[in-house]
């Protein structure tokens, strides 16, 4: 068995082969452009005369994204490796220090000792709707700050001018402003005309943004998820792109503790049966799914009754919730993986 892993960095690749005992047989660094992925897989082929069985990247994908896409498109399997992972394989290593060539051997490693890791595949729908949220969430976070801003400024100019945070977000309270600073003189009033006029620039490309993706999303999501109870649009784009393939999973039980979802064992002699919270995993797939999971307690129903049942149980809140949104991650997997095979085996009849 061959496995290559690889240290992703915006400039340079380093790649480190092992054998199937994980022994370090190869090492290049190569270019981080579409020459060095050539050349890559160039180096392995005549190396050692075949494709390695797998390709191994740390699972931070703004930077392996189009390393990943180079190699998908060459027919080659890669799987993503979780930080944590390669980090408790960097710790093993006799070698101190940390290095690029240490680092691709410890994703090489944890690969090779985790067999049944996630692979990757080109879904380049589901990579423009990340790239469209991600964005949207910029300009959110970049409008919250403004807004911050705002109110100290009007907080110096008249104390009595102290709209909430989230009027910022209507029209009519953002024209009141601009009218009222209109009559107001000086330096702090100019810079609130100044921050509330980026507020406005900020409020219309995220209307824009919004409207973008949940246009996508109603397209690629399953009609199940969307009425699925405290799933919105914008939760739905969020779970199909932090997924990006419901069929790279093994099973349900993969995806949960893919979201951090799953429950941890934490016990030793009389406290059999205890659970912690895992605090690892797509942190973003985990909020995701923690918002269905809030809305559904908050709007009754199915949510709420199991919600109820946990606490009647002795469960604090903060477990029921957990055990919730475990529940949760296996509805919405189901939901994915059932849409996704039967596109697959979906055929055209012919005209």
Same mark, same amino acid.
């Given at each position: 068995?061959?496995?290559?892993?690889?240290?992703?960095?915006?400039?340079?690749?380093?790649?480190?082969?092992?054998?199937?005992?994980?022994?370090?047989?190869?090492?290049?660094?190569?270019?981080?452009?579409?020459?060095?992925?050539?050349?890559?897989?160039?180096?392995?082929?005549?190396?050692?005369?075949?494709?390695?069985?797998?390709?191994?990247?740390?699972?931070?994908?703004?930077?392996?994204?189009?390393?990943?896409?180079?190699?998908?498109?060459?027919?080659?399997?890669?799987?993503?490796?979780?930080?944590?992972?390669?980090?408790?394989?960097?710790?093993?290593?006799?070698?101190?220090?940390?290095?690029?060539?240490?680092?691709?051997?410890?994703?090489?490693?944890?690969?090779?000792?985790?067999?049944?890791?996630?692979?990757?595949?080109?879904?380049?729908?589901?990579?423009?709707?990340?790239?469209?949220?991600?964005?949207?969430?910029?300009?959110?976070?970049?409008?919250?700050?403004?807004?911050?801003?705002?109110?100290?400024?009007?907080? *110096?100019?008249?104390?009595?001018?102290? @709209?909430?945070?989230?009027?910022?977000?209507?029209? !009519?309270? &953002?024209? #009141? $402003?601009? /009218?009222?600073?209109?009559?107001?003189?000086?330096?702090?009033?100019?810079?609130?005309?100044?921050?509330?006029?980026?507020?406005?620039?900020?409020?219309?490309?995220?209307?824009?943004?919004?409207?973008?993706?949940?246009?996508?999303?109603?397209?690629?999501?399953?009609?199940?998820?969307?009425?699925?109870?405290?799933?919105?649009?914008?939760?739905?784009?969020?779970?199909?792109?932090?997924?990006?393939?419901?069929?790279?999973?093994?099973?349900?039980?993969?995806? *949960?503790?893919?979201?951090?979802?799953? @429950?941890?064992?934490?016990?030793?002699?009389?406290? !059999?049966? &205890?659970? #912690? $919270?895992? /605090?690892?995993?797509?942190?973003?797939?985990?909020?995701?799914?923690?918002?269905?999971?809030?809305?559904?307690?908050?709007?009754?129903?199915?949510?709420?009754?199991?919600?109820?049942?946990?606490?009647?149980?002795?469960?604090?809140?903060?477990?029921?919730?957990?055990?919730?949104?475990?529940?949760?991650?296996?509805?919405?997997?189901?939901?994915?993986?059932?849409?996704?095979?039967?596109?697959?085996?979906?055929?055209?009849?012919?005209?």
């Amino acid at each position: 068995m061959l496995v290559v892993g690889i240290d992703v960095h915006k400039k340079s690749h380093t790649a480190v082969a092992v054998d199937d005992v994980g022994k370090k047989v190869g090492e290049v660094v190569v270019p981080a452009t579409d020459a060095g992925h050539r050349q890559l897989l160039g180096w392995v082929r005549s190396r050692f005369g075949q494709a390695p069985d797998r390709w191994a990247v740390e699972d931070c994908r703004h930077l392996t994204g189009r390393l990943e896409r180079a190699l998908l498109g060459a027919g080659q399997v890669v799987v993503r490796v979780p930080p944590k992972l390669m980090a408790g394989a960097r710790r093993s290593v006799r070698s101190p220090g940390k290095s690029d060539p240490i680092d691709a051997l410890s994703v090489a490693r944890a690969a090779l000792s985790e067999p049944d890791l996630p692979a990757a595949h080109l879904d380049e729908p589901t990579r423009e709707l990340k790239l469209l949220i991600e964005r949207r969430e910029q300009l959110v976070g970049e409008r919250t700050r403004e807004v911050n801003r705002i109110r100290w400024h009007l907080h *110096a100019l008249d104390p009595a001018q102290d @709209p909430a945070s989230s009027a910022f977000n209507t029209a !009519a309270t &953002r024209t #009141r $402003l601009h /009218r009222w600073l209109v009559a107001q003189q000086g330096v702090e009033a100019d810079l609130a005309r100044m921050v509330l006029d980026h507020i406005d620039q900020l409020c219309t490309l995220i209307s824009e943004l919004t409207r973008r993706i949940e246009q996508i999303t109603i397209e690629l999501a399953p009609e199940k998820l969307l009425t699925l109870p405290g799933c919105g649009p914008l939760t739905a784009a969020k779970i199909l792109a932090e997924t990006a393939g419901a069929d790279r999973f093994r099973s349900e039980a993969c995806f *949960a503790m893919n979201a951090g979802v799953a @429950p941890i064992p934490v016990w030793s002699g009389n406290t !059999a049966g &205890r659970v #912690r $919270l895992n /605090r690892g995993g797509n942190r973003q797939l985990n909020a995701a799914l923690h918002r269905i999971a809030i809305t559904q307690v908050r709007l009754g129903g199915l949510g709420r009754a199991y919600y109820d049942r946990r606490r009647a149980n002795g469960d604090t809140s903060t477990e029921a919730y957990r055990a919730l949104k475990r529940r949760l991650a296996r509805v919405v997997f189901n939901i994915l993986i059932h849409h996704e095979q039967a596109q697959t085996t979906c055929i055209p009849q012919a005209a």
